[in-house]
């Protein structure tokens, strides 16, 4: 399965990515507030995005994505994170994440394209679902805050 194999490639440079995105947060101007979350920890959760990506798609039940991100966002709205920035950070996650692919120059037949496909439509899934768990998570915390 071509998508599989673009998976690997991925968590196999899943460092390199994890420190690509943090100079993206710190550069990127709708990801300001993001500095106020320990750089330890926005590396660590980039990083097991992309190093278990092969879990988070093929293997992880929804339940477990939801759990995982309301926390995410929870987490973001106790540290005063706007949750315009932590939306903004799951969307460059994924982008920072399908320009890395598309730098691999891997795409040489259509058996290949279709492959991509196959992984833009489950990164599609999975981030769109991240967004709003965490979302979620981030309200849960706010309205419990009001109340």
């Not at 540290?79 to 969307?91: F, K, N, S």
């Not at 692919?101 to 279709?114: A, G, H, I, R």
Request: charged share 30%; hydrophobic share 40%; proline share 3%.
């Amino acid at each position: 399965m071509i998508a599989l194999r673009l998976v690997h490639l991925i968590e196999n440079h899943s460092d390199e990515l994890a420190t690509g995105l943090l100079k993206k947060f710190r550069t990127f101007p709708h990801t300001h507030e993001l500095q106020k979350v320990p750089a330890g920890e926005l590396r660590d959760r980039s990083y097991e995005i992309y190093r278990n990506l092969t879990d988070w798609l093929l293997h992880t039940k929804e339940e477990e994505i939801e759990r995982r991100y309301q926390q995410i966002g929870a987490r973001r709205a106790m540290q005063d994170v706007p949750l315009c920035d932590v939306c903004w950070a799951i969307v460059l996650t994924k982008e920072h994440l399908w320009s890395f692919l598309q730098e691999q120059d891997l795409l040489n037949s259509p058996v290949e394209m279709f492959g991509e496909l196959e992984l833009l439509r489950l990164l599609d899934q999975f981030f769109d679902k991240a967004l709003c768990y965490a979302t979620e998570g981030y309200e849960q915390v706010r309205s419990a805050k009001v109340a």
